[in-house]
């Protein structure tokens, strides 16, 4: 599969903007994640993250099951579709490849940067700094469907301290700001 075809499927079964932003945004960290380790394989981690949450929409319940089973009849590796799998459960992700922790590791604080970058004035993540987003994280009340500890287990998981984590994740939404529209509106 190419990043093309993730791209249209992505676009065909996600129609929620806030959705495919979010899968986005975890492909963009992905790819940073991959560049910084020397992966060689970046787009198939770009993938996994472009199409981790592709079925969510039409399946909630079932998710990622019935994702998967599309994704291997269409072929995809064996390697992005364990880190699908995988991204739903900690202990399966910490048992995994360096593509699976990473994609548990992003998820959820993806979703945690753009809900700090919502609520700043410009609307853009250019605007987040770490800081605030470790004083968020520790403010239950704020983007309260975030899973705090996921948040911790996934730094954890990258063998960081949660503000590296944060600081490098961020430093990764803020290169691809405009691409994913967070940039300054
Ligand atoms: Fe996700």
């Known amino acids: 599969m190419t990043l093309a075809e993730a791209e ?30 020397g992966a060689e394989n970046l ?6 993250g472009l199409l981790h949450d ?3 929409e039409s399946h909630p319940d079932q998710h990622p099951a019935p994702g998967l089973a599309h994704l291997a009849e269409l072929g995809v590796s064996p390697f992005i579709r364990q880190a699908i799998a995988a991204h739903v459960s ?8 360096a593509l699976d922790r990473a994609l548990f590791a992003c998820d959820e604080l993806c979703g945690f940067l753009t809900a ?7 609307k853009s993540i250019l605007e987040v700094e770490p ?11 704020f983007a309260a469907a975030v899973s705090r500890e996921d948040v911790a287990a996934g730094a954890e998981l990258m063998g960081r301290t949660l ?14 700001a405009v691409p994913l529209g967070l940039g300054p509106s």
Do not use: N
Not at 90 to 97: D, K, P, T
Not at 116 to 122: D, E, F, I, K, W
Not at 131 to 141: D, G
């Open 8 to 37: 249209s499927l992505l676009e065909e079964w996600v129609t929620a903007p806030s959705l495919r932003r979010h899968c986005r945004c975890v492909a963009s960290a992905l790819r940073h994640e991959a560049t910084r380790q």
């Open 43 to 48: 787009q198939e981690w770009e993938i996994a």
């Open 54 to 56: 592709f079925d969510y």
């Open 90 to 97: 900690v202990e399966v992700a910490r048992q995994g490849s």
């Open 116 to 122: 700090v970058a919502a609520v700043r004035p410009s």
């Open 131 to 141: 800081a605030s987003v470790m004083k968020k994280l520790k403010t239950p009340a």
């Open 163 to 176: 503000e590296q984590h944060v600081t490098l994740t961020l430093e990764a939404l803020r290169a691809d």
